[in-house]
């Protein structure tokens, strides 16, 4: 019986594999178009998004502390705003998205993207990090980067082939029950699921292309998980708990540094600017 169990489960997960595999986006400079398993619907994420989105703003405001500090939420939107009109490298449909930014007034050191296009940036990443603008558009450009991969959709579509799995005769007669339930749970799954390590060196690399053609200087991408890395001490930030920050995570960095630079030296020229080194 545990023989046949292990057969068809085997079977169902084969069968999703091949259904399901595609890219969410062009490959762009760094080659960022790994095949992901895929599910659920676009639509249905974004979707759910856009609701837990709107539910923690409602929080944010009924406490007083959504876009409390007017210098903030302006240089954030700024920032936002340039890197957004970037993403069609990636995917032309993400230039369509309703976009949102937003910040929030914590001394939580994080920062998020939902599907979609839904972002917030928590002023304690901003304080203790004592972010440069440079600093500040890895950061968000890191965040965007996980949206216009799709790590979410990515997520709850693996949970639900788990689930799938686990309910053979379910999984054969196909996704509806399983695949609503996780769907219309997803807004949950935002901000609790952490993503793997292979989505977080992808969102890495994705938004250090994406802020080099914004004209931000990606060397600043390296410098925020120094940063990082130095306040994490006894205890870990919040960003870091889900956003694993280590000495192969930067090595990455600055080995993919040399395909972007050029991004970054061509955005400068049509500036209007000049290139300066801003390592430290």
Known sequence: MKHLVFLLTSLVTGVLLITGCQSTTAGGATGSSRSQFLLISSDEVNQSAATA???????????????????????????????IAQVGIFRSDALKWNWEVNVIDSKEVNAYCMPGGKIAVYSGIIRSLNLTDDELAAVIGHEMAHALREHSREQISQQVATEQALSIAGALAGF?????????????????????????????????????????????AINVWKKMEKLGGSSTPELLSTHPSDSSRIERLQ????????????ALKTQGKTVTSRKK
């Not at 339930?181 to 997803?186: D, E, I, Q, V």
């Not at 992808?202 to 802020?211: C, F, I, K, N």
């Not at 080995?255 to 030296?265: G, H, N, S, T």
């Open 53 to 83: 989105y709107k539910q923690a703003l409602g929080k944010a405001r009924s406490a007083k502390v959504l876009n409390t500090n007017t210098n903030d939420t302006k240089r954030v939107q700024k920032i936002s705003k340039r890197l």
């Open 255 to 266: 080995a993919e540094l040399p395909k972007v630079m050029p991004l970054y030296q061509v």
């Open 176 to 220: 509806s029950s399983t695949q609503q339930s996780l769907a219309g749970k997803a807004g949950e799954l935002f901000l609790t699921l952490p993503f793997s390590r292979t989505m977080e060196s992808e969102a890495d690399v994705m938004g250090m292309e994406l802020m080099a053609r914004a004209g931000y200087n990606p060397e600043a």
